[in-house]
């Protein structure tokens, strides 16, 4: 989530973002839609390594900084033919 490219919110952003939400200081606008994508991670990793896989074999870090990518990143960098070194992919939820 960032404030203005290529700047991403920080403690103190996230921290009043926080605030915001728990104290529902905000108004609701219809208009918007949830759509459930059924088994999504499986999906979206599918679609993402259906592409060639690498012709050698890379040994790379996978440095997630406990945020979302850690869902998702590992498996889809294994699938294409990586060598997987975790760095900070369990998902942190304390954040900030």
Do not use: H, W
């Amino acid at each position: 989530m960032g404030a203005a490219r290529p700047l991403t919110f920080g403690p103190d952003e996230m921290s009043r973002l926080k605030a915001i939400v728990l104290e529902a200081r905000f108004e609701l606008r219809g208009g918007g839609t949830y759509t459930f994508v059924e088994n999504f991670p499986a999906r979206y990793i599918a679609d993402l390594t259906k592409r060639p896989k690498l012709k050698r074999r890379l040994k790379v870090v996978c440095a997630c900084g406990n945020g979302t990518a850690g869902a998702l990143a590992p498996q889809a960098l294994e699938k294409i033919g990586c060598e997987v070194v975790l760095l900070g992919c369990d998902l942190g939820y304390s954040f900030p």
